[in-house]
């Protein structure tokens, strides 16, 4: 089975730091491009950051140079270091698996760990 959890949220001040883990299982790891998405009281869903399997990475705009995205193949991990939180960031943070085939797509969903910034 496949499985994806997050963790390393928490409460923290503006200015601070976090930095969210997801572990993947039951995938060929290297090959999916990996994603963190967030989604806010009364918001929908958004995109954070992504890495292809071959390395290259994209971000929100709001998320540019304060979060960073990476993962470790050998250890099946994706990461989200998060410098210079806002009280805006305040979400619960998703770990994201994507493999796109053509005629055949996998998408799959952690459970989710909550970050709050606040003073």
């Known amino acids: 089975q496949v499985q994806l959890v997050e963790s390393g949220g928490g409460l923290v001040q503006p200015g601070g730091s976090l930095r969210l883990s997801c572990a993947a299982s039951?995938?060929?790891?290297?090959?999916?491009?990996m994603g963190w998405y967030r989604q806010a009281p009364g918001k929908q869903r958004e995109l954070v950051a992504t890495?292809?399997?071959?390395?290259?990475?994209n971000y929100a705009d709001p998320v540019k140079g304060r979060f960073s995205i990476s993962r470790d193949n050998a250890k099946n991990m994706v990461y989200l270091q998060m410098n210079s939180l806002k009280p805006e960031d305040t979400a619960v943070y998703l770990c994201?698996?994507?493999?796109?085939?053509?005629?055949?797509?996998?998408?799959?969903w952690g459970q989710g760990t909550q970050v709050t910034v606040s003073s």
């Open positions: 890495v292809t399997s071959g390395g290259g990475t």
């Open positions: 994201n698996a994507r493999l796109d085939l053509g005629l055949n797509a996998f998408n799959y």
């Open positions: 039951g995938i060929t790891f290297s090959r999916y491009a």
